[in-house]
């Protein structure tokens, strides 16, 4: 079993910064796919980053790159996800998500191939 407790949201000006993490628990994290997922209210559930098990390859949702930039550290079992350049439409609950069995590029897109999930932490962009 694998547990997620997300940090580091909160509000932020339009333009501003912030940096989340994502720590995991549990024996499996260095063999798992990583994600962040975001849902603003009325909303599906998007994706955001993912990043691979060695870190070697990420991937991100068209409304974040070259603003966001995913990380992971697996000698301290933690996913990051900088925040820069935030916008108003970046508000939402972010969710980190992991998966043991997720090894194609398209397969960190959907929400469904994720097994594991946090309890969310908001980000809330001010204009």
């Known amino acids: 079993q694998v547990l997620l407790v997300e940090s580091g949201g909160g509000l932020v000006q339009a333009g501003g910064s912030l940096r989340l993490s994502c720590a995991a628990s549990?024996?499996?994290?260095?063999?798992?796919?990583m994600a962040w997922f975001r849902q603003a209210p009325g909303r599906e559930r998007e994706f955001v980053a993912g990043i691979n098990r060695s870190g070697g390859n990420t991937y991100y949702g068209d409304s974040v790159k070259g603003r966001f930039t995913i990380s992971r550290d697996n000698a301290k079992t933690t996913v990051y996800l900088q925040m820069n350049s935030l916008k108003p439409e970046d508000t939402a609950v972010y969710y980190c998500?992991?998966?043991?069995?997720?090894?194609?590029?398209?397969?960190?897109?959907?929400?469904?191939?994720?097994?594991?999930w946090g309890q969310g932490t908001q980000v809330t962009v001010s204009s």
């Open positions: 998500a992991a998966s043991e069995t997720i090894y194609y590029r398209t397969d960190y897109f959907s929400p469904q191939n994720y097994r594991h």
């Open positions: 549990g024996r499996t994290f260095s063999s798992s796919g």
